[in-house]
């Protein structure tokens, strides 16, 4: 991990994430959605601050809720996400020309770095909000039997 993504890591108070980098919940609205797809409801959104160093990837999971990613610095970051339609993985890069982008509520997506890069600082904006019991990682077996022909993506976001 380089230096500058270390002192930001100090900096911004990231802790390790499960699903790989390091984050912090940066807002949590006070409102909550009632509802039965979200027992207990959920707040209206949550935004957290994202950092992905060198040699560090998302590992492939999925939430309940649309994610918006923003770009911040660093990168470039590359967001994959399973599509069961064409069981391709597609790729789409944050930084440079796009700031941000949405993965709809129930894709299986990850991320990696592009190339050249240390690190990625971004943010993220879920509604309605996140909670970790909405969160599920990837199973290599069953993304693989599902998705066959992103094997090559799904291995490496499944370490």
């Known amino acids: 991990m380089t230096g500058s993504a270390k002192r930001l890591i100090r ?7 499960p699903e790989g980098g390091f984050f912090r919940e940066t807002y949590r609205a006070a409102g909550r959605i009632p509802g039965r797809k979200f027992p207990g409801g959920r707040s209206y959104s949550t935004a957290i601050l994202f950092l992905l160093p060198k040699g560090r990837v998302s590992r492939l999971h999925r939430i309940k809720s649309d994610e918006l990613w923003h770009f911040y610095s ?10 069961p339609a064409s069981g391709r993985a597609h790729r789409t890069a944050l ?3 796009r700031f941000q982008y949405v993965v709809k509520a129930g894709t299986w997506f990850g991320a990696c770095l592009g190339p050249g890069a ?21 199973r290599r077996e069953g993304l693989l039997r599902r998705f066959p022909k992103s094997r090559g993506m799904i291995e490496r976001l499944l370490l």
Do not use: Q, S, W
């Open 11 to 17: 900096l911004l108070r990231l802790k390790p994430h």
């Open 74 to 83: 660093g990168g470039p970051l590359i967001v994959v996400e399973l599509d």
């Open 95 to 97: 930084g440079g020309r």
């Open 118 to 138: 240390d690190y990625a600082l971004v943010g993220c904006t879920v509604a309605p909000g996140f909670e970790f019991m909405d969160f599920e990682m990837g």
